[in-house]
């Protein structure tokens, strides 16, 4: 198996009113589990002119912080990730980019 990372999207029907909109499913596979770490950071959202605020929750609500700091298996799964925006959007043109920081010892 190799590394990588699996997204699912969960939506594409996306009620932009809703200050909680879903944003995927993650799956990251490790070729040799290890003690290590993942963490997710993100830019915020930009249609080119505004900006708008949100942070990454789990469908319960719950912010993602620092996912795990035990033995990582050889998949992690991260099933239901949200956005929680501070404010609603009005258009489909804002992105925004999702990293994924991974740190695995081995």
Known sequence: MDEGVRLTHVSTDI???NP???VCNLTLSIKKPGFGTV??????LFDGVRLAGYELVYE???VIT???QE??????TLPGIWAQI???IDNENFNSTITIHMTVER
Do not use: A, C, K, N
């Not at 963490?39 to 915020?44: A, E, F, G, I, K």
């Not at 033995?71 to 992690?76: A, K, M, N, P, W």
């Open 15 to 17: 009620d932009r009113q």
């Open 20 to 22: 909680r909109i879903p």
């Open 39 to 44: 963490q997710l950071t993100h830019t915020p």
């Open 60 to 62: 319960d609500g719950e």
């Open 66 to 68: 620092l996912i795990r």
């Open 71 to 76: 033995v990582l298996s050889d998949e992690i």
């Open 86 to 88: 501070t404010s609603p």
